[in-house]
């Protein structure tokens, strides 16, 4: 769409970007054109000296020019801004995917984990035509991961998680990069992203040293942690049943409500930061004892719990 | 125009007591609680600050001529764009027209002896330079490494440059704007002459007011923000650190809720110059007078609500993104509307183009191209591609360095007389002038294109593809090195052997033109009365009822 080899553009979400890109660059073009050539004209015509009539300006002008002009303005605006939010709020909706990449950035690489539990670094190996979603967190400062081709990008913060989703079509193989500065080898987090067709990925992902599935070793973690001895449905401690948590709305403590996503179990893993209403606050928190890596995996364990209710109660 | 103002001042003029030769050691500058004065030293220190800077950035574009490390380290090089960062905004942009050109005119133009609180301008320039020669000190000596904007973890827990010794310089730094708010607003208040309203401020005035509200406003947030930071990583208070709790993105809603609205500081003092260079070189009133008030205004308030546009991809919620992306869109409109004022003032005018004109309309255009880019910036689904690539460098750089570095120097050109009493030598000036928009050009029309193709911000090393554009970059970046060493050279030149200039070389309007260049110490013989609006360069379009049809100004000193 846009005359660069160097942009390619591989969703159809990139190409509605591009589209919208092109529009407004016109769209303001012609505004800056509109200025450049009255200014051009103006200079020329009432160079000092030249015979150009200066008769005086009719009185009604000035307010009716200037008011005229604003709401011009006033509404040219508004309308880019209606039409840019309209594409903000549908490509706000996540797909329902199971196709999910963790991806967890640290000075100054990237470790990629696929959904079978292959691991990768600075590369990311994406099926195309299929709804992926990236579950990104960091080890330490902030990150950014930016997808060029796909036109997104999403900051990666350490304690917390951050998302994104695309569907990419063209297979090849792209850049991704960080953009958010983050140290001595920033201009190093420079990874390959690799759309493969279906059958190609599952060729390529079958090839990978066997791993652990990211959820069997949460379970294991899960009881060598001692998370069971509280959580497991036969406990003596009045400990909340993990299973079907993962998307709920969990009624807090002090009042309120807050959505049970991976942020949230996290923090309650890390920092026992919130505590559900209607239990004691008893359960220790493990900072410095559990890391990241295991965060993922228990993650990963704790929403298979709610998969399988899911898959139960249907 | 008038007739006094048509006057040129005979060459050998015996020069009657000014500013400049009424005491002339050393010390008498260093204790000087003269605002003309003041301004001088303001005018000297950042020209230094802007040379080093550059000298910076341009070792930095030394370096991207080749998509592999050449010249510098990883490191050196994070540290020279840090160090450009931090000592351009901090040591040039917030300071450079308010504290120059303001301070020497802004008692000036209101008709004042000098601003209400002289000595607080004294100190304002000791603080300024006690904060700036430290920080330069600590980020030559030691290095910082996180880019002007300090972004936690990486500034609190990570970094291993000296952030809390420069976080420090520039908190300091900061109680010098501070004061020049204070002094600007009280003087814009108490001290202006009998007849000079609200409504006949020039335009100048009227950005210095808007200017130092936000720099009362604004200012102590990044105080406070800076002390965090320093308490965090000097005493390991745990502000930011989320590992212990802290909220890494706070730190980006209380710096942005500075740097935002420090944009402004930077381009509204910009937005006055020029509208007092076009509204003399093109012998025309402006445009819309109070819908020029009203849209400065307006920018300085609307201007604290948009900060959460530097922050769509940063995990900020869907809502907060909408918001904060509206409001910058009704930022802009009042910016757009001054862009139509200038254009139109130029309309039935007597155009002539010296140096500051051409200054003025390199602003225009340059301004125009920085601020239409900013809808893209705005747009949520743009930004999330543009976000930390070099559009937005592009974008900025269009406004705070072709907008605001244009504007100051056609104010100093414009105002060179008045300060000097010397011309400067024009054709040298033209040719600096055109040739600053020719390179500013070159240097950031391409870093628009690279940005869009994904070139990353702050990269030392980058993909071959780029190449080009930083090729065609750099080289941009050495013609507007020769563009401002010109300045440099001939304004010097010309304090020796300039022609004299006469009071009122431009024949312009405004009290600042009705007194001797330079001026007495007390700037008027006597206190100005006032007695019509601002920019009676023709006569008024229409018979009386027009509210600027008003008798002719009557300056002070006959
Ligand atoms: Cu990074
Ligand atoms: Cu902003």
Same mark, same amino acid.
């Given at each position: 769409?846009?005359?660069?080899?160097?942009?390619?553009?591989?969703?159809?979400?990139?190409?509605?970007?591009?589209?919208?890109?092109?529009?407004?660059?016109?769209?303001?073009?012609?505004?800056?054109?509109?200025?450049?050539?009255?200014?051009?004209?103006?200079?020329?015509?009432?160079?000092?000296?030249?015979?150009?009539?200066?008769?005086?300006?009719?009185?009604?002008?000035?307010?009716?020019?200037?008011?005229?002009?604003?709401?011009?303005?006033?509404?040219?605006?508004?309308?880019?801004?209606?039409?840019?939010?309209?594409?903000?709020?549908?490509?706000?909706?996540?797909?329902?995917?199971?196709?999910?990449?963790?991806?967890?950035?640290?000075?100054?690489?990237?470790?990629?984990? =696929?959904?079978?539990?292959?691991?990768?670094?600075?590369?990311? $190996?994406?099926?195309?035509?299929?709804?992926?979603?990236?579950?990104?967190?960091?080890?330490?400062?902030?990150?950014?991961?930016?997808?060029?081709?796909?036109?997104?990008?999403?900051?990666?913060?350490?304690?917390?998680?951050?998302?994104?989703?695309?569907?990419?079509?063209?297979?090849?193989?792209?850049?991704?990069?960080?953009? =958010?500065?983050?140290?001595?080898? $920033?201009?190093?987090?420079?990874? $390959?992203?690799?759309?493969?067709?279906?059958?190609?990925?599952?060729?390529?992902?079958?090839?990978?040293?066997?791993?652990?599935?990211?959820?069997?070793?949460?379970?294991?973690?899960?009881?060598?942690?001692?998370?069971?001895?509280? $959580?497991?449905?036969?406990?003596?401690?009045?400990?909340?049943?993990?299973?079907?948590?993962?998307?709920?709305?969990?009624?807090?403590?002090?009042?309120?409500?807050?959505?049970?996503?991976?942020?949230?179990?996290?923090?309650?893993?890390?920092?026992?930061?919130?505590?559900?209403?209607?239990?004691?606050?008893?359960?220790?928190?493990?900072?410095?004892?559990?890391?990241?890596?295991?965060?993922?995996?228990?993650?990963?364990?704790?929403?298979?719990?709610?998969?399988?209710?899911?898959?139960?109660?249907? | 125009?008038?007739?006094?103002?048509?006057?040129?001042?005979?060459?050998?003029?015996?020069?009657?007591?000014?500013?400049?030769?009424?005491?002339?050691?050393?010390?008498?500058?260093?204790?000087?609680?003269?605002?003309?004065?003041?301004?001088?030293? *303001?005018?000297?220190?950042?020209?230094?600050?802007?040379?080093?800077?550059?000298?910076?950035?341009?070792?930095?574009?030394?370096?991207?001529?080749?998509?592999?490390?050449?010249?510098?380290?990883?490191?050196?090089?994070?540290?020279?764009?840090?160090?450009?960062? @931090?000592?351009?905004?901090?040591?040039? +942009?917030?300071?450079?027209?308010?504290?120059?050109?303001?301070?020497?005119?802004?008692?000036?133009?209101?008709?004042?002896?000098?601003?209400?609180?002289?000595?607080?301008?004294?100190?304002?320039?000791?603080?300024?330079?006690?904060?700036?020669?430290?920080?330069?000190?600590?980020?030559?000596?030691?290095?910082?490494?996180?880019?002007?904007?300090?972004?936690?973890?990486?500034?609190?827990? *990570?970094?291993?440059?000296?952030?809390?010794?420069?976080?420090?310089?520039?908190?300091?730094?900061?109680?010098?704007?501070?004061?020049?708010?204070?002094?600007?607003?009280?003087?814009?208040?108490? &001290?202006?002459?009998?007849?000079?309203?609200?409504?006949?401020? !020039?335009?100048?005035?009227?950005?210095?007011?808007?200017?130092? +509200?936000?720099? #009362?406003?604004?200012?102590?947030?990044?105080?406070?923000?800076? &002390?965090?930071?320093?308490?965090?990583?000097?005493?390991?208070?745990?502000?930011?650190?989320?590992?212990?709790?802290?909220?890494?993105?706070?730190?980006?809603?209380?710096?942005?809720?500075?740097?935002?609205?420090?944009?402004?500081?930077?381009? #509204?003092?910009?937005?006055?110059?020029?509208?007092?260079?076009?509204?003399?070189?093109?012998?025309?009133? @402006?445009?819309?007078?109070?819908?020029?008030?009203?849209?400065?205004?307006?920018?300085?308030?609307?201007?604290?609500?948009?900060?959460?546009? /530097?922050?769509?991809?940063?995990?900020?919620?869907?809502?907060?993104?909408?918001?904060?992306?509206?409001?910058?869109?009704?930022?802009?409109?009042?910016?757009?509307?001054?862009?139509?004022?200038?254009?139109?003032?130029?309309?039935?005018?007597?155009?002539?183009?010296?140096?500051?004109? #051409?200054?003025?309309?390199?602003?225009?255009?340059?301004?125009? +191209?920085?601020?239409?880019?900013?809808?893209?910036?705005?747009?949520? !689904?743009?930004?999330?591609?543009?976000?930390?690539?070099?559009?937005?460098?592009?974008?900025?750089?269009? @406004?705070?360095?072709?907008?605001?570095?244009?504007?100051?120097?056609?104010?100093?050109?414009?105002?060179?007389?008045?300060?000097?009493?010397?011309? *400067?030598?024009?054709?040298?000036?033209?040719?600096?002038?055109?040739?600053?928009?020719?390179?500013?050009?070159?240097?950031?029309?391409?870093?628009?294109?690279?940005?869009?193709?994904?070139?990353?911000?702050?990269?030392?090393?980058?993909?071959?593809?780029?190449?080009?554009?930083?090729?065609?970059?750099?080289?941009?970046?050495?013609?507007?090195?020769?563009?401002?060493?010109?300045?440099?050279?001939?304004?010097?030149?010309?304090?020796?052997?300039?022609?004299?200039?006469?009071?009122?070389?431009?024949?312009?309007?405004?009290?600042?033109?009705?007194?001797?260049?330079?001026?007495?110490?007390?700037?008027?013989?006597?206190? !100005?009365?006032?007695?019509?609006?601002?920019?009676?360069? /023709?006569?008024?379009?229409?018979?009386?009822?027009?509210?600027?049809?008003?008798?002719?100004?009557?300056?002070? /000193?006959?």
């Amino acid at each position: 769409m846009i005359g660069f080899s160097d942009v390619p553009e591989i969703s159809q979400y990139a190409s509605a970007i591009d589209v919208k890109f092109i529009v407004l660059t016109a769209l303001t073009g012609a505004m800056g054109i509109l200025v450049f050539v009255l200014v051009i004209v103006f200079s020329i015509r009432y160079r000092r000296g030249s015979p150009a009539s200066r008769a005086p300006l009719p009185r009604w002008m000035q307010r009716d020019v200037e008011i005229g002009w604003t709401v011009a303005t006033l509404f040219t605006f508004l309308f880019v801004f209606w039409w840019m939010a309209g594409a903000q709020l549908s490509a706000l909706a996540q797909p329902k995917t199971n196709f999910e990449i963790h991806i967890e950035a640290k000075q100054w690489m990237w470790k990629v984990e =696929q959904p079978n539990g292959a691991r990768e670094i600075n590369a990311i $190996h994406v099926p195309a035509n299929t709804d992926v979603r990236l579950i990104m967190t960091s080890d330490d400062v902030i990150h950014s991961l930016f997808l060029p081709a796909l036109r997104i990008k999403r900051d990666v913060l350490p304690g917390r998680y951050t998302y994104l989703w695309f569907k990419a079509q063209r297979p090849g193989t792209y850049n991704f990069m960080c953009t =958010q500065f983050c140290g001595t080898d $920033h201009a190093r987090m420079i990874g $390959h992203f690799v759309v493969m067709t279906p059958e190609d990925y599952a060729r390529w992902s079958m090839a990978q040293p066997e791993t652990d599935d990211l959820a069997r070793e949460g379970a294991r973690l899960f009881v060598s942690f001692g998370c069971s001895g509280c $959580h497991a449905p036969g406990s003596r401690v009045h400990a909340p049943d993990l299973h079907g948590l993962y998307g709920r709305q969990i009624p807090l403590d002090g009042g309120g409500f807050v959505t049970a996503d991976e942020t949230y179990i996290r923090d309650c893993i890390l920092l026992n930061k919130h505590i559900p209403a209607g239990y004691p606050p008893v359960m220790p928190h493990f900072q410095g004892v559990v890391n990241e890596e295991q965060v993922t995996s228990l993650l990963a364990y704790i929403r298979s719990l709610s998969a399988e209710q899911q898959g139960a109660s249907r | 125009m008038t007739d006094t103002t048509l006057e040129f001042a005979p060459a050998a003029e015996p020069l009657e007591k000014n500013y400049l030769n009424e005491e002339t050691t050393l010390w008498s500058w260093l204790t000087t609680t003269d605002h003309k004065r003041i301004g001088i030293l *303001y005018t000297l220190s950042i020209t230094f600050f802007f040379f080093i800077g550059g000298l910076a950035i341009g070792v930095v574009r030394l370096e991207l001529m080749t998509p592999h490390a050449d010249i510098v380290s990883a490191e050196a090089y994070n540290r020279l764009f840090s160090l450009h960062g @931090i000592i351009m905004v901090w040591f040039f +942009l917030v300071p450079s027209i308010p504290t120059t050109l303001g301070n020497f005119l802004v008692p000036m133009m209101i008709g004042a002896h000098d601003v209400a609180f002289p000595r607080l301008n004294l100190l304002s320039w000791y603080l300024f330079m006690l904060g700036a020669l430290f920080t330069l000190y600590v980020l030559i000596a030691g290095g910082v490494d996180t880019g002007w904007t300090f972004y936690t973890p990486l500034s609190t827990s *990570y970094a291993t440059g000296h952030v809390a010794a420069a976080a420090a310089g520039v908190f300091v730094a900061g109680f010098s704007t501070i004061a020049t708010g204070v002094n600007f607003v009280a003087t814009i208040h108490m &001290l202006r002459a009998p007849g000079m309203t609200w409504f006949r401020l !020039p335009l100048f005035v009227w950005s210095m007011y808007a200017v130092s +509200l936000v720099m #009362l406003l604004a200012t102590p947030v990044l105080a406070m923000t800076l &002390l965090l930071i320093f308490a965090e990583r000097v005493f390991g208070m745990p502000v930011f650190d989320p590992a212990q709790g802290g909220d890494p993105l706070l730190f980006q809603h209380l710096f942005w809720f500075y740097s935002h609205p420090a944009v402004y500081i930077m381009i #509204l003092p910009a937005m006055g110059v020029v509208s007092e260079i076009f509204t003399c070189f093109a012998r025309r009133r @402006i445009f819309g007078y109070t819908f020029m008030v009203y849209a400065l205004l307006a920018i300085a308030v609307v201007g604290f609500m948009v900060w959460g546009h /530097h922050m769509f991809v940063a995990g900020q919620s869907a809502l907060a993104d909408l918001v904060f992306s509206f409001l910058s869109f009704i930022v802009a409109v009042p910016s757009a509307i001054k862009v139509f004022n200038w254009t139109a003032t130029l309309y039935r005018g007597q155009i002539s183009f010296e140096a500051p004109m #051409l200054y003025a309309m390199g602003f225009l255009a340059l301004f125009t +191209l920085g601020g239409l880019t900013g809808l893209h910036l705005a747009s949520v !689904p743009l930004d999330i591609h543009l976000h930390d690539t070099y559009f937005v460098i592009a974008h900025f750089h269009f @406004i705070m360095v072709g907008g605001t570095v244009s504007a100051f120097l056609g104010g100093i050109h414009y105002w060179w007389p008045k300060f000097t009493g010397r011309m *400067y030598p024009e054709s040298w000036a033209r040719f600096a002038a055109i040739t600053m928009s020719i390179g500013f050009i070159t240097t950031f029309l391409p870093q628009y294109v690279m940005g869009y193709a994904g070139m990353p911000r702050r990269y030392q090393i980058y993909l071959p593809q780029f190449q080009i554009y930083h090729v065609i970059s750099s080289v941009g970046a050495m013609i507007l090195a020769v563009a401002y060493i010109m300045p440099l050279l001939y304004l010097g030149w010309s304090l020796l052997y300039g022609r004299r200039a006469g009071s009122n070389p431009w024949g312009a309007t405004g009290l600042e033109w009705q007194t001797s260049s330079p001026p007495p110490k007390e700037n008027f013989h006597g206190t !100005p009365r006032v007695v019509e609006g601002p920019y009676v360069y /023709h006569d008024a379009e229409t018979a009386s009822g027009s509210e600027q049809a008003a008798p002719r100004p009557q300056g002070a /000193h006959r």
